[in-house]
């Protein structure tokens, strides 16, 4: 088990620059996601550090060593990737143990890791198969536990899910969380969906635009994200934004009027932040839907989806802005319909003309996965 340092790392293709001064610090024993859109350099981030990409500047370093001029197999990773990469023609056991008699390990030791993997991954009754005659879950697995008879001091995933099928995707989610548990070993995911990052990670490393955006624990980085970019790319549905008009100050907090004329409380403390091109963030969740009286925005609904424990309801404002807000259960609300929602005030954002997010002053919000 192994951490792993990342010092100013700049990789370019040609005259393209795809990451640019990454610094990263990866603890032993983590399990850090790699997240964000496609084009952001995650999976390059990730091959790297494995030594299958060259770095054009800066310095990886795991276990205390320096490796980023060491061939793969001297750098003490593992790498599972998307495509399971099998050999058709030999068995579980011979696909699991054939790297490792490429490097002349003892038969006996190959016999003994490959038992120990295999009851870890829950396998045994597989060992003697081929993958024509796996399930692509089964595949995965076999993938996985190639990566574990090697004993690697980090493994590296790079969307290994991306190839199964919704519910199969969802059971080896857990089997990946489970694994981490009985392992202990320091993981590093590669993903763009934010389902998988949400329910994995220890952390989270949000990449945008050649950077790292945020890195944070998952309830950090929904609860408080450090950017809009953030805030929009992790939720589903994303957070709204809305313009303010102007704003004012009540207590040490922020007023905020919307260009519709309502007025909205919130916990964000003002403390000198430039008060104009604001825009507040809300999650849909906060907008809760309640009688005109009790309202503290409302409009008229667009479009209703009805998903069993509650329903988002799209609303455009007076002023022709779009919002998403939430019902309990079933609504009966319907399109064309008025609707007012209430505001939860200590659970918004107010982001600055530089889309840096600035947080409410009381603490307590919680996750809600979706």
């Keep these: 088990m192994a951490g792993i340092n990342i010092k100013s790392l700049t990789k370019h293709f040609g005259a393209v620059q795809v990451l640019n001064d990454i610094d990263l610090t990866i603890q032993r024993g983590e399990f850090v996601v790699f997240l964000g859109g496609s084009g952001c350099g995650k999976s390059t981030l990730l091959r790297m550090i494995a030594g299958l990409e060259s770095i054009t500047s800066g310095e990886i370093w795991i276990g205390g060593k320096r490796v980023d001029q060491l061939p793969p197999g001297e750098r003490g990773v593992s790498m599972v990737f998307q495509s399971y990469a099998l050999y058709p023609h030999m068995t579980v056991r011979d696909n699991m ?152 100050e009540a207590g040490g907090f922020a007023t905020a009027t919307l260009p519709d004329g309502s007025i909205i409380k919130t916990s964000v403390p003002l403390n000198g932040m430039a008060r104009s091109e604001l825009t507040l963030g809300i999650r849909p969740e906060y907008l809760v839907a309640t009688t005109a009286e009790k309202g503290d925005i409302s409009g008229t609904v667009e479009t209703v989806e009805r998903l069993g424990d509650r329903s988002l309801v799209h609303v455009r404002l007076k002023d022709g802005s779009k919002i998403i807000g939430t019902d309990p259960g079933m609504t009966t609300i319907a399109t064309g319909s008025p609707i007012a929602f209430a505001v939860n005030g200590s659970k918004l954002t107010i982001f600055d003309q530089n889309d840096v997010a600035h947080h409410s002053a009381i603490e307590g919000a919680e996750y809600q996965p979706h």
Excluded: W
Excluded at 121 to 130: Q, S, V
């Design 97 to 248: 143990s054939f790297g490792l008699r490429n490097i002349k390990t003892p038969k006996a030791e190959i016999e003994k890791r490959i038992d120990a993997a295999a009851k870890i991954l829950e396998m045994p009754h597989l060992l003697d198969r081929k993958p024509s005659e796996l399930s692509g879950g089964q595949r995965q697995r076999v993938a996985i536990g190639r990566a574990i008879v090697r004993e690697p001091e980090v493994f590296l995933f790079d969307e290994p899910l991306s190839n199964l099928d919704a519910g199969l995707r969802t059971r080896t989610r857990v089997e990946l969380a489970q694994l981490h548990e009985r392992l202990g070993a320091t993981m590093v995911f590669v993903t763009h969906d934010q389902v998988e990052a949400m329910t994995l990670a220890d952390r989270i490393v949000l990449l945008n635009n050649k950077k790292i955006e945020q890195v944070a624990t998952p309830v950090e980085i929904y609860t408080r994200p450090a950017t809009r970019y953030v805030a929009q790319f992790v939720g589903s549905p994303g957070m709204n934004f809305v313009n303010v008009a102007g704003v004012s």
